[in-house]
């Protein structure tokens, strides 16, 4: 199957500093990635759409200006926290639709937990 | 609202038995539902889909149905192992129709050998 990696898998950061997040799609092109954040045993909250070559979707209530999203390339989109905060501590995952886009399955990345001093 | 609704209580089971996980959806008309895995600190993993004209899929030891009348899909693992143990997830495509996956909040499975 499809292969999305993320990096860094693990990042401590001081309050007030911004943290880049990459998510790259190995083995195909993925056109749109979305970004999702889970809390501790809750479920996972969609924060984004990143489309290439254009802006990124929000959902209500996510901050663009704090959460900004680049699609730089087909294979590579980057999630950056700016003035990161404690209360931005958390897990965020991307991930991208299957290349035929029919089905909707979505091949996730491993997964960044950030964590916020 | 829409709503995703599935049992937060964590579910265990003895190794063997067929474990069986709800998901119930309102204000939803879901061309497909999926199911994920999700262990811990990992991000999920696709594991079946089933579209609005099927009414049972499977696949090795699991099986997911859908029921668009009651609006549920149930997911059933068959003779259980410890190794299924893990949260899994179900999820649809939001009504917009953008792709957008909406995920319920997981149920817990816990294998006991």
């Known amino acids: 199957g499809a292969v999305v990696s993320q990096h860094p898998s693990r990042v401590i950061c001081k309050s007030g500093t911004s943290v880049k997040i990459e998510c790259r799609s190995l083995d195909f092109q993925a056109t749109t990635m979305f970004w999702y954040r889970q809390f501790p045993k809750k479920s996972l909250m969609l924060m984004a759409t990143s489309n290439e070559g254009s802006k990124a979707t929000y959902e209500q209530g996510v901050e663009k200006d704090k959460f900004l999203i680049n699609h730089a390339s087909l294979t590579l989109s980057t999630l950056t926290v700016t003035s990161a905060h404690p209360e931005d501590s958390s897990f965020y995952i991307c991930?991208?639709?299957?290349?035929?886009?029919?089905?909707?399955?979505?091949?996730f990345g491993e997964g960044s937990r950030l964590t916020v001093l | 609202s829409q709503k995703i609704e599935q049992n937060s209580e964590a579910l265990n089971i003895q190794e063997g038995k067929t474990a069986t996980l709800t998901c119930n959806y309102t204000?939803?008309?879901?061309?497909?539902l999926q199911w994920y895995r999700q262990d811990p600190g990992r991000g999920p993993v696709f594991l079946l889909l089933i579209r609005e004209n099927e009414k049972e899929k499977r696949k090795e030891r699991l099986k997911v149905t859908f029921d668009t009348t009651l609006k549920q899909s149930l997911f059933h693992i068959t003779a259980s192992q410890p190794a299924d143990s893990a949260t899994y997830l179900c999820a649809l495509v939001d009504s917009s129709n953008t792709g957008k996956l909406i995920f319920g909040q997981g149920t817990t499975l816990q294998v006991k050998p």
């Open positions: 991930s991208a639709p299957d290349r035929g886009g029919g089905s909707g399955e979505l091949f």
């Open positions: 204000n939803y008309s879901p061309a497909y």
